[in-house]
């Protein structure tokens, strides 16, 4: 149980385009969403926060009219980098919240490799 | 100071041996505490969570809390080459999980 998944798996984009990535909980319905970006060999760095039917809380430093949160049902959370640039190239990954028996619990997904040309 | 602090490593571990890491926190009113694995290029994969004061067992795995230190760990017990990724220690607070920067775990056969 609480499996999460994300598509695409990896994506090549040419800069100045836009890239969704999907985020869904399969077996759970997930209150929580979280979306992370991971640089290599560097930790995880929490983006923004999204709850089911409200806008998504971005942390300090996040553009959000750049990383576009849509959380549109308990199973559905989607990331829109817009006007993607080279520096947007990293690896993202969605955790989602309310499976299980331990509700602070969170599962990830199995991430989204983002490279922009 | 980090909200939540451990070694980077890497700890090298002789196959067989046991493996000690440690992570320390800042929130003395978190919770609820956790261990991911996580494999060069993927996700993070939860291990176990904790909340109460003591020791969790689970297969080779063994994590220990002690709020009063704000202090959790984690065992590997009979550490196995596929053991060898980086361990992320994270605490829950203020709503969300606050992570430490992991510690590499290299298993040598």
């Known amino acids: 149980g609480a499996v999460v998944s994300q598509h695409p798996s990896r994506v090549i984009c040419k800069s100045g385009t836009s890239v969704k990535i999907e985020c869904r909980s399969l077996?759970?319905?997930?209150?929580?969403m979280f979306w992370y970006r991971q640089f290599p060999k560097q930790s995880l760095m929490l983006m923004a926060t999204?709850?089911?039917?409200?806008?998504?809380?971005?942390e300090q430093g996040v553009e959000k009219d750049k990383f576009l949160i849509n959380h549109a049902s308990l199973t559905l959370s989607t990331l829109t980098v817009t006007s993607a640039h080279p520096e947007d190239s990293s690896f993202y990954i969605c955790?989602?919240?309310?499976?299980?028996?331990?509700?602070?619990?969170?599962?990830f997904g199995p991430g989204t490799r983002l490279t922009v040309l | 100071q980090k909200e939540v602090e451990q070694n980077s490593g890497p700890l090298s571990v002789p196959e067989g041996a046991i493996a000690s890491l440690n992570c320390t926190y800042s929130?003395?009113?978190?919770?609820?505490f956790f261990w991911y694995r996580q494999y060069s290029g993927k996700s993070p994969e939860l291990i176990m969570s904790?909340?109460?004061?003591g020791d969790k067992e689970d297969g080779r795995f063994t994590a220990q809390l002690n709020k009063a230190s704000q202090y959790v760990s984690l065992l590997i017990r009979d550490s196995q080459p596929s053991d060898s990724a980086t361990y992320l220690c994270?605490?829950?607070?203020?709503?969300?999980?606050?992570f430490g920067a992991g510690t590499q775990v290299v298993v040598t056969p």
């Open positions: 929130d003395r009113v978190s919770q609820s």
């Open positions: 955790s989602a919240r309310g499976g299980g028996r331990d509700t602070d619990t969170q599962y």
């Open positions: 994270a605490v829950y607070s203020w709503g969300k999980l606050q």
């Open positions: 904790i909340y109460s004061n």
């Open positions: 077996d759970f319905q997930a209150t929580t």
């Open positions: 999204s709850n089911e039917g409200s806008k998504a809380t971005y």
